[in-house]
């Protein structure tokens, strides 16, 4: 399965997370711990918020840690908020139209797990795409569709009911066709503004997702670890497995549950998918 990254907080350079800690992202496209694939070099993306409400895109089909124009990105680009996926493909293609994240306007979304069966499913679960979105979408990977069903179901008004009934529709969709288990995954999404994370499964233990402890308690318990003096105190991440060992620093959000970031404040809620679609 993929890894992924989400950072919300002070501007800070790119491989301030991609490159810098002990177990970063690029590490984890190489030796990933936790997830089903120790390497994830089907691709990767990064994501992230300048002046405009638009967020800018970089990806590729390389292997993340191959990708010099990335690494040269990355010493350069600051943003408050970033997101950042590497890929491990479920057998969709590797091409440039499936690397997460995924853009519509100012919404960014990223995705580890999958849709079992997806092409079994997929002409329904397209076809229940709304029209005017249809056209948008441009690769052929079930977190695209299920992005656009999520927008479908409102995800500009209430991203985490949007997404809830995008499950839901999901499941019922695989359970007519005979598909058990439908639905593992940890899935991001942002506006710019707020930041979501979701963890569910529809049988079984989903992907592992972890957020970070407060950076004023982890600044006063580790005075000397130089990043949490530059971090705000509102900053926030939001990963697949943690970026390195320090005690205290990363907390596991429970299964079924969504993770909010927005202004500084972060909060867990039950998730639970609905039918109302």
Same mark, same amino acid.
């Given at each position: 399965?993929?890894?992924?990254?989400?950072?919300?907080?002070?501007?800070?350079?790119?491989?301030?997370?991609?490159?810098?800690?002990?177990?970063?992202?690029?590490?984890?496209?190489?030796?990933?711990?936790?997830?089903?694939?120790?390497?994830?070099?089907?691709?990767?993306?990064?994501?992230?918020?300048?002046?405009?409400? *638009?967020?800018?895109?970089?990806?590729?089909?390389?292997?993340?840690?191959?990708?010099?124009?990335?690494?040269?990105?990355?010493?350069? %680009?600051?943003?408050?908020?970033?997101?950042?996926?590497?890929? &491990?493909?479920?057998?969709?293609?590797?091409?440039?139209?499936?690397?997460?994240?995924?853009?519509?306007?100012?919404?960014?979304?990223?995705?580890?797990?999958? %849709?079992?069966?997806?092409?079994?499913?997929?002409?329904?679960?397209?076809?229940?795409?709304?029209?005017?979105?249809?056209?948008?979408?441009?690769?052929?990977?079930?977190?695209?569709?299920?992005?656009?069903?999520?927008?479908?179901?409102?995800?500009?008004?209430?991203?985490?009911?949007?997404?809830?009934?995008?499950?839901?529709?999901? *499941?019922?969709?695989?359970?007519?066709?005979?598909?058990?288990?439908?639905?593992?995954?940890?899935?991001?999404?942002?506006?710019?503004?707020?930041?979501?994370?979701?963890?569910?499964?529809?049988?079984?233990?989903?992907?592992?997702?972890?957020?970070?402890?407060?950076?004023?308690?982890? =600044?006063?318990?580790?005075?000397?670890?130089?990043?949490?003096?530059?971090?705000?105190? *509102?900053?926030?991440?939001?990963?697949?497995?943690?970026?390195?060992?320090?005690?205290?620093?990363?907390?596991?959000?429970?299964? &079924?549950?969504?993770?909010? %970031? =927005?202004?500084?404040?972060?909060?867990?809620?039950?998730?639970?998918?609905?039918?109302?679609?």
């Amino acid at each position: 399965m993929c890894r992924w990254l989400v950072y919300s907080g002070s501007p800070v350079p790119l491989e301030a997370f991609l490159y810098q800690p002990e177990h970063s992202l690029i590490d984890q496209s190489l030796n990933a711990k936790l997830g089903t694939h120790t390497t994830n070099g089907d691709g990767f993306g990064v994501g992230w918020y300048g002046e405009d409400d *638009e967020p800018a895109l970089y990806k590729g089909v390389n292997p993340a840690w191959n990708d010099q124009n990335l690494r040269e990105l990355s010493r350069h %680009i600051r943003s408050r908020v970033i997101f950042a996926h590497i890929r &491990a493909s479920t057998g969709t293609p590797v091409q440039h139209t499936n690397c997460h994240p995924f853009r519509h306007g100012r919404w960014l979304w990223m995705h580890n797990g999958q %849709i079992a069966n997806f092409t079994d499913v997929k002409r329904e679960l397209v076809l229940a795409v709304d029209p005017g979105l249809y056209p948008h979408i441009r690769g052929s990977s079930d977190t695209e569709v299920f992005f656009f069903l999520a927008l479908t179901f409102g995800l500009e008004q209430d991203p985490p009911a949007a997404v809830a009934r995008a499950v839901g529709f999901i *499941e019922e969709v695989c359970a007519r066709n005979g598909v058990a288990h439908p639905m593992r995954m940890s899935v991001a999404v942002t506006d710019g503004r707020g930041a979501w994370a979701f963890r569910y499964s529809s049988e079984g233990i989903p992907p592992s997702l972890y957020y970070s402890t407060k950076v004023a308690t982890l =600044r006063e318990q580790l005075p000397d670890i130089s990043i949490f003096r530059t971090l705000s105190d *509102e900053s926030r991440l939001i990963v697949s497995e943690p970026l390195g060992e320090l005690a205290g620093a990363w907390n596991e959000v429970p299964p &079924a549950t969504f993770a909010t %970031i =927005r202004g500084g404040d972060d909060d867990l809620h039950p998730f639970t998918p609905r039918t109302d679609y």
